[in-house]
């Protein structure tokens, strides 16, 4: 009776850690075909304060290259702001933290901060030498939900409780 109950319990697992295999690529499978909003253009001010665009640097052009949206750099006058439009869930969309630590920044976390429109967003400071930053970022769907975090942000694109395309916002700015 225990050998049965062990087979059963065993093969319980076993369809359990196989559906939960499966259910992300049946998941991406229905982002790739669904359709997503047209790129209508840059912003032209971000909270508040207009716009102007910068060149995008080497990197960031090689970025693009598979990545599914586009990618524009701009200055507040104060501030370096990241913005990628995005068309499909994807594992292109990196956080923030991991760019500026490939850059050769040390990241500490910081406590999260709210936009002006009470939105969260995720913080932490990038230090390099002399040079210290606080960089905050966060993403946007069409239906106005926003998150502080690139991966709490994957999987609901993936799963098709956010719809879209999104926008990402990464601020950067001096300390």
Request: charged fraction near 25%.
């Amino acid at each position: 009776m225990d050998r049965v109950r062990s087979l059963s319990a065993l093969a319980a697992f076993l369809i359990a850690a196989v559906t939960a295999a499966a259910v992300p690529l049946l998941g991406h499978a229905s982002m790739v075909t669904k359709a997503a909003g047209e790129f209508g253009g840059w912003p032209t001010a971000h909270e508040g304060r207009a716009l102007t665009e910068l060149p995008l640097s080497e990197r960031e052009v090689a970025f693009l290259r598979d990545f599914p949206g586009r990618v524009g750099r701009f200055s507040d006058g104060r501030r370096e702001i990241i913005i990628r439009f995005v068309s499909a869930a994807t594992r292109r969309l990196h956080p923030a933290a991991d760019c500026f630590r490939a850059s050769g920044y040390k990241v500490v976390p910081i406590p999260a901060m709210r936009d002006r429109s009470g939105a969260t967003m995720g913080c932490f400071r990038a230090l390099r030498g002399s040079e210290e930053l606080r960089v905050c970022e966060m993403i946007r769907d069409e239906r106005g939900g926003s998150f502080s975090d690139v991966s709490a942000w994957y999987w609901h694109a993936l799963f098709g409780s956010s719809p879209a395309p999104w926008w990402s916002f990464v601020v950067a700015e001096r300390s």
